[in-house]
T-cell receptor, first 112, second 115 residues
Framework: GQNIDQPTEMTATEGAIVQINCTYQ??????LFWYQQHAGEAPTFLSYNVLDGLEEKGRFSSFLSRSKGYSYLLLKELQMKDSASYLCAVRGQDTGFQKLVFGTGTRLLVSP | DTGVSQNPRHKITKRGQNVTFRCDPI?????LYWYRQTLGQGPEFLTYFQNEAQLEKSRLLSDRFSAERPKGSFSTLEIQRTEQGDSAMYLC?????????????FGPGTRLTVL
């Protein structure tokens, strides 16, 4: 089965940079996703990594190292609206390559 | 494209009652997924469909739960004889079959409270 670990909570200041780490164990890795979820709302897709390296999308970047079973989400120029939970999810052979297995999420609090 | 929609958004029911939720996926998305999320946890997979075929069911899905996607478009999730432990957010997601990313896009969810 899969095991996904990410910190429970992080705090940061408006305008700063924050890195949210995610480690995972899975058989036949087939992709890692990051989602943002505001309280009481649905998860919103942020990024997808399947090959090693960095994917950049505006203020958000996501990195993957398959050999280390490690990913991070980097948020730059933090804004108050970035206060949310950030969910790391993986897809793998033992999930039939379809369903996502999520971590518990990292609650990010951005303060002024 | 209006995204994935779910109805109702909130449902309060008494223990022992049956409830049914509906999900309308993004049009032309072949795959449809149901997840359940409780407070402080990530979504947990329940089941998924490719077109009208239900291809996988989680062991979390007891025999009180049933899902259908009769015409390969909208889906329903029914919970019979609800229990307080069924209280959760029920999320639906859909994805296209692209042979690559197959990103899942989530609906707003149905929040179920069982009294």
């Amino acid at each position: 089965g899969q095991n996904i670990d990410q910190p429970t909570e992080m705090t940061a200041t408006e305008g700063a940079i924050v890195q949210i780490n995610c480690t995972y164990q899975t058989s036949g890795f087939n992709g890692l996703f990051w989602y943002q979820q505001h309280a009481g709302e649905a998860p919103t897709f942020l990024s997808y990594n399947v090959l090693d390296g960095l994917e950049e999308k505006g203020r958000f970047s996501s990195f993957l190292s398959r050999s280390k079973g490690y990913s991070y989400l980097l948020l730059k120029e933090l804004q108050m609206k970035d206060s949310a939970s950030y969910l790391c999810a993986v897809r793998g052979q033992d999930t039939g390559f379809q369903k996502l297995v999520f971590g518990t999420g990292t609650r990010l609090l951005v303060s002024p | 494209d209006t995204g994935v929609s779910q109805n109702p958004r909130h449902k309060i029911t008494k223990r022992g009652q049956n409830v049914t939720f509906r999900c309308d996926p993004i049009s032309e998305h072949n795959r449809l997924y149901w997840y359940r999320q409780t407070l402080g946890q990530g979504p947990e997979f329940l089941t998924y469909f490719q077109n009208e075929a239900q291809l996988e069911k989680s062991r979390l899905l007891s025999d009180r739960f049933s899902a259908e996607r009769p015409k390969g478009s909208f889906s329903t999730l029914e919970i019979q004889r609800t229990e307080q432990g069924d209280s959760a957010m029920y999320l639906c997601a859909s994805s296209p079959v692209q042979g690559g990313t197959d990103t899942q896009y989530f609906g707003p969810g149905t929040r179920l409270t069982v009294l």
